[in-house]
């Protein structure tokens, strides 16, 4: 597979000529402008996610692209906040408190 650029205005403007040619030529293939293998047949992406035991799914939430610091600012100033994976947070606190506080002010 030639360079994999899912942010291009072609690709953006219509993946699926893209998506057609990647399941003909190489149905599975690294893409290391994201440093991430790209899968691209419906019968194969079945078969990863149900097979969490060989395939993981740890990053599939990252950003591809590490955010600016502007962004992150931005996102902090908003109070979102990474969250780890660990134990189950109490109920109040599932909801970051911006958050919740909207939603209490809108269901009162």
């Given at each position: 597979?030639?360079?994999?650029?899912?942010?291009?205005?072609?690709?953006?403007?219509?993946p699926y000529p893209h998506l057609a040619r990647?399941?003909?030529?190489?149905?599975?293939?690294?893409?290391?402008?994201?440093?991430?293998?790209?899968?691209?047949?419906?019968?194969d992406i079945e078969a990863i996610s149900t097979?969490?035991?060989?395939?993981?799914?740890?990053?599939a939430q990252d950003p591809v692209f590490p955010?600016?610091?502007?962004?992150?600012?931005?996102?902090?100033?908003?109070?979102?906040?990474?969250?780890?994976?660990?134990?189950?947070?109490?109920?109040?606190?599932?909801?970051?408190?911006?958050?919740?506080?909207?939603?209490?002010?809108?269901?009162?």
């Amino acid at each position: 597979m030639d360079r994999f650029d899912p942010f291009s205005a072609d690709y953006l403007a219509d993946p699926y000529p893209h998506l057609a040619r990647a399941r003909a030529d190489a149905p599975v293939f690294y893409a290391a402008d994201l440093d991430m293998w790209v899968v691209s047949r419906y019968a194969d992406i079945e078969a990863i996610s149900t097979d969490p035991a060989t395939f993981s799914a740890a990053i599939a939430q990252d950003p591809v692209f590490p955010l600016a610091d502007e962004a992150r600012t931005t996102l902090r100033e908003g109070g979102f906040r990474a969250r780890r994976p660990g134990p189950e947070l109490p109920a109040e606190r599932r909801v970051p408190r911006p958050r919740r506080l909207l939603l209490e002010r809108a269901t009162a």
